[in-house]
T-cell receptor
Framework: AQKITQTQPGMFVQEKEAVTLDCTYD???????LFWYKQPSSGEMIFLIY??????QNATEGRYSLNFQKARKSANLVISASQLGDSAMYFC?????????????FGAGTRLFVKA | DSGVTQTPKHLITATGQRVTLRCSPR?????VYWYQQSLDQGLQFLIQ???????AKGNILERFSAQQFPDLHSELNLSSLELGDSALYFC?????????????????FGAGTRLSVL
């Protein structure tokens, strides 16, 4: 069965420093996608970054990068140069599926606090 | 703005009632997904529709149902509401299920409908 684990309920980081949010996953499907979403206090879910299981290189989107280690089944999010606006809940998610439809499961989330 | 529109933003109702949540996907997106986010269960996948047809089911209760219309908007119907149904309900959309090359399509989320059952 699919499983996503985020072991850090809360994290603190100093403004302008980098921070790594951990995510491990479990799947038997060779084709899957890994996602990170940000949920600020306003509640919306904002897509940050995506990594496909067949991608050879780690995904990057601006200050966000995904440290994808397939053999270890980990997909950690790295935020560089943290900003106060990065304070939010961060969710790791995985989608796998085929012609039978796609299901997405989310981790429990990590709440990030950026200190001035 | 993700381009996914959900209405209403807030909904307050009583136990035993029935409500309908509406979702308009991003222009051109064929797939619609519904999720429930509650404090005790986290973010749970409920159901997916693709071009009008149900494609995948998650942890959706029998009291809940959904459909996707020919214009691709979707509705989630919640009936015989209980206190535990209070949650934030998200709709997400994607253009397809898979992109060229086998990549999984990205889902973009609406702002959610916050349901309070009193």
């Amino acid at each position: 069965a699919q499983k996503i684990t985020q072991t850090q309920p809360g994290m603190f980081v100093q403004e302008k420093e980098a921070v790594t949010l951990d995510c491990t996953y479990d799947t038997s499907d060779p084709s899957y996608g890994l996602f990170w979403y940000k949920q600020p206090s306003s509640g919306e879910m904002i897509f940050l970054i995506y990594q496909g299981s067949y991608d050879q290189q780690n995904a990057t989107e601006g200050r966000y990068s995904l440290n994808f280690q397939k053999a270890r089944k980990s997909a950690n999010l790295v935020i560089s140069a943290s900003q106060l606006g990065d304070s939010a809940m961060y969710f790791c998610a995985m989608r796998e599926g085929n012609t039978g439809g796609f299901k997405t499961i989310f981790g429990a989330g990590t709440r990030l606090f950026v200190k001035a | 703005d993700s381009g996914v529109t959900q209405t209403p933003k807030h909904l307050i109702t009583a136990t035993g009632q029935r409500v309908t949540l509406r979702c308009s996907p991003r222009s051109g997106d064929l797939s619609v997904y519904w999720y429930q986010q509650s404090l005790d269960q986290g973010l749970q996948f409920l159901i997916q529709y693709y071009n009008g047809e149900e494609r995948a089911k998650g942890n959706i209760l029998e009291r809940f149902s959904a459909q996707q219309f020919p214009d691709l908007h979707s509705e989630l119907n919640l009936s015989s509401l209980e206190l535990g149904d209070s949650a934030l309900y998200f709709c997400a959309s994607s253009p397809h299920e898979r992109l060229a090359g086998g990549q999984v399509a990205i889902q973009y989320f609406g702002a959610g409908t916050r349901l309070s059952v009193l």
